[in-house]
């Protein structure tokens, strides 16, 4: 842990004036004076902040420089008013201690500057969000309003406060600001009618003429030219560096924003307006007949336009202005004013009027700034109150009474306060507590404000005294009353020790202040004190119909006449002084000490009188004794172990005991003599500055010999480092380099070696080619020669060949042409001219005769389908030939026919028939081309079992056959015999014979069949004969080509009658009885065997599925 105490690093002088050695007056200003040089305006005396002020703006208000304060300990940094807000803040924030800033100063010296600072920082580090925003908005935006109204350029501040200021910002437990609270103190009222010489009126007067719109103006009954106005004074209207008219704007914002409604505002400028046409009535006097003068008023515009203004008859205020009524045990007396009463009268007004306009409008911010919860809050309070004022040429009146009074209160404050936290923490820490001496300034608090021979007692006692009353008469009494008082001293007193100093006249009295004697001029004490303003003006005010004026002036209500005198000026600051010590005393303490470098506001100058006189009033010299009259320095253990540990062996490096041990250890090692320090529970204190000092000598000598020390070693350490690695590299580009040096020969004699190979290789390689090549040429020379050598031969060798050949035929046919000669020669003899033609017929003719010898054995069979012939032998017998054939064929075929007898002739007929009706048409037709078509299946005529059917027959049975007859009801075919003659078919039982059915050929109009290899058939009747009667037969049989073929001649044969038309077709229509029903053939599976079968479908269907023909 690095222990910085910036009080000791780094400094410009010494930033904390306890630890300044020797400590004497010229030594603290020359502190200050060096720090000031440097721009270090801020200087601690323990926790007080003596600030001094720059009159120029330094860089060190900035957010970064807020930040860097944030939560950081008091002495960490170098001295700053931010340091102590934020400790004021934290211990109010975390060990909920209500605090309170005390700024005090002289006029100018930055107290309102620092006040201002110490808001903005803590509204800076304390929490946001929009509601504690807004507050921290009105509490900032209060300053300007106050300000407004509360400061004028005086000759030593051109911002100067006139009233004394307490603010209580109050804080939840977060630390968020909740709102506040303002106290005014003594407005100096009396700068409304008066400016001292290059002062001017408070700002409010100026920003109005300046920054008010033409409108308002109008309104407000005014005119922008400051001269018209006898409460201006015209020296110094105008201000460098201070834009009255910007001013007014940001005033007006500024009430907008704490909460100021638009009329409230307008009624404020209207007083305002009111108090500058108040000062412009005048006054003159007028003879009464009782020979005094009466007053009245000169000019009665002002007079109108003020009453207008504000809602006042003007009869009331004018007699106001020229009448005193006093009332006294309930009589009314009415005494004429003249005209210096008058003047009185309208000033007194016209001051009591905007001191009231001030409290009003302080109670206004309260009203909108004060806190709406009504949970406990902490409190930080901050005061701006002017510091001693003390006009040099002894012009101090009943003001600077008043403020040295709260002055040394404060001081009182401070003194019990601080001496009263050192005894505490020497308590805390165990130490023992020796008595300090300090100068309490109790003695002077009590020559003032005693109840019984105090001198604002005696003040108040002279205002009510009845008779003549003067400031002489309050001086007699002091001198009678405070003359054994040893910090009062007045020529006249009984005390004989000043009637002969002279630097105390006559009027005057002098109070030795703790921080200096100050003289005081009796004149205007009195009439200060009694601020008297005339009931007459109070009822005048009370009438008035502006709401505002009414307000401030209660006391005007008739209803409510208080015979009692107000309470007067000293004892009203009285009690409120006393209000403030009690709250004061409630809170921990901050103290901001303003210091003004010169009179001249000019930055970088520092006047050493000015400052020293500061010092001494403001009793520095005292505070930096009090705080060091014990010990001038603590510390917590740790701390100071963590800075000191170097001068000592056993402390250093580490302490490993408690810090406590440690630094006695430390302490005891450096003999540092016993009566130096004492040892608290917490902290180690130090009596003397200069042993502080001799330890921080030694610690920084320490220091230099340990940054020696460490210098040394590092030193070492980085050189034998860097030797280290220079050798390990060596080593490693060593290693590298050889590497590469011998990869590089390598490569080099390998190349050389691969050249050298390459070559032989190639030189050799280039000898055998020689050589093969050679071999190669050889071989083909001997091929080509040998080649051309066999080529020469064979060639000689065919034309020898083809010579010989030529030579035998030529040879041959020489031969024959001669053999022919000579068998010509010789055979001419024998052979007539034609014999060539008869040679030539006798060829032909045996020719012709071994053909047809031929033809004899090589004939084929005698069947007529039989198609093989012999094949023609020579090509000129091919008419003949063909011809042949033909005629075999036809003779053979009659052959065939002749054998033929009548019965199988018919036969054939019918086959023949059969063949025209079904053949390509239905495909059971082929398979019944074989079967001879036999006609009495039954042989009914031998077989004694159909003798009686035979007999029920007329003509011959030409058919005969067991039939298949369709039930129509479900498909099923029972048994018929069917039989056929010449003129009709019958149906008989199987088992009896019985005929069930005859009908006659004619009858019959068609029969209907399928396609299929199905031999089912329908007999179609004619409708309307006998026969039909019963409908259609539907029938099956085994020989239907036969059948059908044989009703269809049979019918064909009927003289008198049609052909029977045969149809077929997959679907007809068969009439049973009443209903006609179709039968449809359909290709079904073999499932039943190899026979059709019908099913009735419903009914108008059946349905007859055929097996597919194999
Ligand atoms: N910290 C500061 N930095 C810069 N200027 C300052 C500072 N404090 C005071 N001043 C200057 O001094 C003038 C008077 O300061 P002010 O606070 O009004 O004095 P006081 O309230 O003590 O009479 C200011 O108007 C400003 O110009
Ligand atoms: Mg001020």
């Known amino acids: 842990m690095e222990v910085k105490t910036s009080l000791l690093d780094n400094m410009i002088g010494v930033g904390d004036m306890v630890l300044l050695e020797p400590l004497n007056e010229n030594s603290f200003i020359e502190n200050l004076r060096k720090r000031f040089d440097h721009n270090e305006i801020y200087t601690y005396i323990g926790s007080v902040v003596i600030s001094m002020n720059p009159y120029r703006s330094l860089p060190i208000f900035t957010p970064e420089k807020v ?202 400028l209207e007083l305002v307006a009111a108090v500058l046409k108040l000062g412009n009535i005048e006054f003159k006097p007028e003879s009464r007949v009782n020979g005094f003068d009466e007053s009245r008023v000169k000019d009665k515009n002002d007079l109108k336009e003020m009453c207008e203004l504000l809602g006042i008859e003007q009869s009331v205020l004018e007699r106001a202005f020229s009448y005193r009524t006093v009332e006294a045990k309930m009589e009314k007396v009415s005494t004429t004013l003249n005209v210096a009463q008058a003047y009185y009268a309208r000033d007194a007004l016209a001051k009591n009027l905007y001191s009231r306009l001030f409290s009003w409008l302080v109670t206004r911010i309260n009203e909108s700034i004060k806190a709406q919860a009504k949970t406990r809050h902490k409190v930080m309070g901050v005061l701006d109150i002017y510091g001693f004022e003390i006009f040099e040429d002894g012009d101090n009146s009943f003001e600077q009474f008043i403020i040295n009074y709260c002055n040394e209160k404060l001081q009182q404050i401070f003194i019990e306060l601080t001496l009263r936290e050192e005894q505490e923490e020497y308590i805390r820490e165990g130490i023992e507590w020796t008595n300090i001496e300090y100068f309490n300034n109790a003695i002077i608090c009590d020559l003032i404000e005693n109840n019984q021979n105090g001198i604002l007692a005696m003040l108040d006692e002279e205002c009510l005294r009845p008779g003549t009353v003067t400031d002489d008469t309050f001086l007699d009494k002091l001198n009678t009353i405070c003359a054994e008082h040893q910090h009062f001293e007045s020529r006249l007193s009984k005390n004989s020790k000043f009637l002969t100093d002279h630097s105390l006249p006559h009027s005057c009295f ?75 005393q409630t809170k921990n303490p901050n103290y901001i000490r303003c210091i003004k470098p010169n009179d001249k506001k000019a930055a970088h100058i520092f006047t050493e009188s000015l400052v020293c006189h500061q010092v001494r009033y403001l009793g520095l010299m005292e505070n930096v004794r009090v705080r060091r009259a014990g010990y001038a320095f603590r510390q917590s253990y740790e701390s100071s172990l963590e800075r000191y540990k170097m001068l000592c062996k056993q402390t250093w490096p580490h302490w490993r005991g408690a810090a406590r041990d440690g630094v006695e250890v430390l302490l005891t090692d450096c003999s540092v003599p016993a009566e130096e320090f004492a040892y608290g529970r917490s902290k180690i204190f130090i009596r003397n500055p200069r042993t502080l000092f001799t330890l921080e000598e030694r610690r920084r000598a320490c220091l230099e010999d340990l940054a020696t020390l460490i210098q040394k070693i590092y030193r070492g350490w980085r050189c034998r480092t860097q030797f280290l690695l220079l050798k390990k590299s060596q080593v ?88 022919g000669l000579q068998v010509r020669r010789e055979y001419r003899k024998f052979f007539r001219a034609n014999a060539g033609k008869k040679i030539y017929n006798f060829t032909i003719q045996r020719i012709m005769q071994k053909y047809f010898l031929g033809l004899k054995t090589t004939m084929p069979s005698m069947s007529p389908i039989d198609n093989t012939w012999p094949a023609r032998p020579y090509m000129f017998l091919e008419g003949a030939h063909s011809e042949l054939r033909r005629i075999f064929h036809f003779w053979r075929c009659k052959k065939y026919q002749g054998q033929f007898t009548e019965e199988k002739k018919a036969v054939y007929e019918e086959k023949l028939e059969a063949s025209e009706i079904f053949k390509d048409k239905k495909a059971l037709y082929p398979s019944s081309v074989s079967q001879p078509f036999k006609g009495d299946y039954l042989e009914i005529q031998k077989n004694p079992k159909y003798q009686k059917l035979n007999s029920a027959v007329e003509d011959k049975v030409l058919l005969a056959d067991v039939v298949n007859k369709i039930n129509r009801a479900n498909g099923k075919g029972a048994p018929r015999l069917f039989l056929l003659t010449k003129n009709n078919f019958v149906l008989a039982d199987q088992k009896t014979g019985q005929v069930k059915a005859s009908v006659p050929l004619p009858d019959l109009t068609s029969v209907s069949v399928s396609t299929q290899s199905d031999g089912f058939f329908a007999l179609k009747l004619k409708e309307g004969s006998a026969s039909a009667a019963k409908g259609d037969f539907l029938l099956s049989s085994e020989h239907l080509i036969e059948l059908i073929t044989k009703l269809h001649r049979t019918g064909a044969t009927a003289a008198d009658r049609d052909q029977i038309n045969i149809d077929i077709s997959d679907e007809f229509l068969v009439q049973f009885n009443q209903d006609k029903v179709c039968v449809k053939f359909i290709q079904g599976g073999p499932k039943n065997g190899n026979s059709a079968a019908c099913k009735r479908k419903n009914n108008r269907l059946l349905e007859v599925s055929v097996p597919s023909s194999p």
């Open 732 to 819: 490693v580009v060593a290693a590298w380099y050889r590497r590469y040096a011998q990869q590089k020969k390598y490569q080099k004699i390998k190349s050389a070696t691969l050249v050298m190979q390459s070559f032989i290789r190639g030189w050799k390689a280039r000898k055998i080619l020689r050589q093969l090549k050679y071999e190669k040429r050889c071989k083909e020379a001997v091929t080509t020669i040998a080649a051309y050598w066999h080529g020469t031969q064979a060639r000689r060798e065919l034309r020898r060949l083809k010579e010989v050949a030529r030579r035998k035929h030529a040879v041959a046919v020489i031969w024959a042409y001669w053999q």
């Open 510 to 584: 002098r109070i030795q202040h703790y921080a200096g004697k100050v003289l005081y001029r009796v004149e205007g004490f009195v009439d200060k004190n009694n601020d008297l303003l005339y009931r007459d003006l109070s009822q005048a005010m009370y009438k008035a119909t502006h709401s505002l004026m009414k307000q401030l002036f209660p006391e005007g209500n008739p209803a409510k006449v208080n015979l009692k005198r107000p309470p007067t000026a000293g004892f009203q600051f009285k009690a409120s002084v006393g209000g403030l010590m009690r709250n004061l």
């Open 67 to 268: 930040e860097e304060y944030r939560n950081r300990n008091f002495y960490e940094l170098s001295p700053h008013i931010y340091a102590l807000a934020d400790e004021a803040y934290r211990s109010l924030r975390d060990q909920d201690k209500d605090q309170c800033i005390l700024i005090t100063g002289e006029s100018g010296a930055g107290k309102t500057e620092a006040s201002k600072l110490v808001m903005s920082y803590v509204a800076a580090v304390c929490g946001k969000g929009q509601e504690v925003n807004k507050v921290k908005e009105q509490l900032l935006q209060s300053n300007p309003v106050l300000e407004a109204f509360g400061n004028a350029k005086t000759v030593r501040n051109d911002n100067s406060s006139r009233f004394g200021k307490y603010m209580d910002i109050e804080f939840d437990f977060k630390g968020d600001p909740l709102g506040g609270v303002i106290s005014n103190y003594l407005l100096e009222k009396s700068r409304v009618c008066k400016q001292p010489r290059g002062e001017r009126n408070f700002h409010i007067f100026y920003q109005l003429l300046s920054g008010a719109s033409n409108d308002t103006l109008t309104k407000l009954k005014l005119d922008r030219d400051f001269s018209k106005y006898n409460y201006l004074s015209l020296d110094s209207a105008t201000v460098n560096g201070l834009d009255d008219a910007a001013s007014f704007r940001t005033v007006w914002n500024a009430m907008q924003i704490v909460g100021f409604m638009e009329d409230e505002v307008q009624s404020v």
